[in-house]
């Protein structure tokens, strides 16, 4: 398949975000600075959360693979719809309110869920 048109800049764009994310993923997982390493949880309580997040930015890869796909387009319209919202509530949470009641139902309304339909367009896609 040839890219042709406007498809390269959207396949650029994919690709940067798909690189970038993963770098991102790495970093947060790896890097902390001096004074705060030593008691990473208390300083920063969503950095494996985060890392997760950051490395489901990568999933739009499948796109890359198969743009002439109608369920791969569909993914891509949908992952960010699905993905922020809930991204945004769960890293909310965790870093203000991780000692309240009813966390788990939550982290199923606004993570497990969209999660699970990410994967089940990603496989599909």
Do not use: N
């Not at 991102?24 to 997982?29: G, K, N, S």
């Not at 693979?65 to 569909?74: H, I, K, N, T, V």
């Amino acid at each position: 398949m040839i890219i042709q048109g406007p498809e390269i800049y959207y396949a650029a764009s994919c690709l940067i975000l798909v690189v970038t994310s993963l770098f991102c993923a790495l970093v947060r997982y790896f890097h902390m600075c001096r004074p705060f390493d030593e008691e990473e949880t208390y300083f920063y309580p969503a950095r494996k959360l985060i890392t997760i997040i950051y490395a489901c930015f990568a999933l739009p890869v499948v796109w890359l693979f198969r743009m002439d796909s109608p369920d791969a387009c569909l993914f891509m319209r949908v992952f960010l719809v699905l993905l922020l919202p809930g991204a945004g509530v769960l890293s909310f949470r965790r870093f203000f309110f991780s000692k309240t009641r009813h966390r788990r139902l939550i982290f199923v309304l606004s993570g497990i869920i969209p999660l699970a339909i990410m994967l089940a367009c990603w496989i599909y896609g």
